[in-house]
């Protein structure tokens, strides 16, 4: 009878156990943000996606300076009615921020000073060792939010070049069930068209 009831003892314990089992905490935007301002991620480099914080490698001298040439090379070709925003927030849904490294914004700064950042005219990420997240993840995040050019600037490429995405849509194979349906390839002597600017743009601008 003892046994019985130890056995009895043991099997009611490991349920119990498995229905407490811990869940990971996800946080919104805004307790993202203000763990920013919190300084709790100084010295590190972290975007949120869908409710977890992720750590992203950090970036180097030439990551920094391309990231630098393209928004100074898009600030030139949108002109007026546009602004550029580099490494900043960007609103995908209540718990993702993925913090493009570039951002063309149709509009003027003071128009969002108290609104974030839903839509782009174009979307550009440098990629360092993170091309395949960025090819997948990140692009499908931000075919899901209706952007409809975004660049991935591949410098880990030799020669390095430039892919970029259009025609964005539903696609259950992506990890946000949306997805890029053409990705056309560029290098050093191509010419691109931005959707939205009025003038093309040479890729050497933007390449090292």
């Known amino acids: 009878e003892f046994m019985a009831v130890a056995e009895r003892e043991i099997v009611s314990n490991t349920a119990t156990t498995k229905e407490a089992r811990p869940a990971p905490w996800r946080c919104t935007r805004d307790q993202f943000h203000q763990m920013g301002e919190d ?22 001298d030439l990551h920094c ?18 602004f550029v925003r580099e490494e900043k927030s960007f609103d995908v849904g209540k718990a993702t921020d993925p913090q493009p490294d570039v951002a063309v914004i149709a509009g003027t700064i003071r128009d969002f000073l108290y609104r974030g950042l839903t839509e782009a005219a174009l979307i550009v990420e440098v990629s360092h060792s993170t091309l395949a997240y960025d090819r997948r993840e990140k692009a499908s995040l931000y075919a899901s939010a209706g952007v409809m050019d975004y660049w991935i600037i591949n410098i880990d490429q030799e020669p390095a070049q430039i892919e970029v995405h259009r025609q964005p849509g539903p696609d259950e194979s992506q990890p946000h069930g949306f997805g890029y349906a053409e990705r056309t390839i560029h290098r050093s002597g191509d010419i691109i068209q931005p959707l939205a600017a009025p003038n093309p743009v040479a890729a050497s601008m933007l390449l090292p």
């Open 65 to 82: 300076g391309i990231v630098t040439l393209a928004g100074e090379a898009f600030r030139s070709l949108f002109g007026e009615g546009f």
């Open 39 to 60: 300084g709790l991620f100084e010295g590190q480099r972290v975007i949120l996606i869908e409710g977890e914080i992720l750590a992203m490698p950090p970036v180097g």
